[in-house]
């Protein structure tokens, strides 16, 4: 399943920080973690970040880790911050689904941009 979703003037920063934390509360490992920030071609004084988190889970014997969640963040506080999760459904249920983007609507809800 892939969830995406856009807000208006959030620091990518931010964004990639709270979920690297709401994801890390349902009880989930991290696996990777990184976060590149590049001048905008156009404007030297405005920023553009690119993050990714992937997240993994333990298998029933507890000897191999899968990877139940990945998510991109790309944009900018100025403009506008993308955010795609990708979640394997079997690994990471749909409760736990919830609750992350009950979380996400929390905090960020009221700066989402609707399609």
Same mark, same amino acid.
């Given at each position: ?12 920063? *931010? ?14 490992? *991290? /696996? ?23 997240? #993994? ?5 507890? $000897? ?17 911050? $993308? ?6 459904? #079997? ?5 736990? *689904?919830?609750?992350?983007? /009950?979380? *996400? ?11």
């Amino acid at each position: 399943m892939q969830i995406r979703k856009a807000y208006k003037e959030v620091n990518p920063e *931010l964004l990639y920080n709270e979920i690297r934390d709401f994801i890390l509360k349902q009880g989930v490992s *991290l /696996d990777e973690a990184k976060i590149e920030t590049y001048a905008s071609p156009s404007d030297t004084s405005s920023f553009i970040s690119r993050g990714t988190l992937t997240f #993994k889970v333990s298998s029933e014997s507890g $000897k191999t880790n899968k990877e139940c969640l990945r998510a991109h963040i790309v944009g900018s506080a100025k403009t506008e911050t $993308k955010v795609m999760l990708d979640i394997d459904e #079997k690994l990471f249920p749909q409760k736990k *689904l919830s609750a992350l983007q /009950d979380d *996400l609507d929390f905090i960020f809800g009221s700066d989402e941009i609707k399609s």
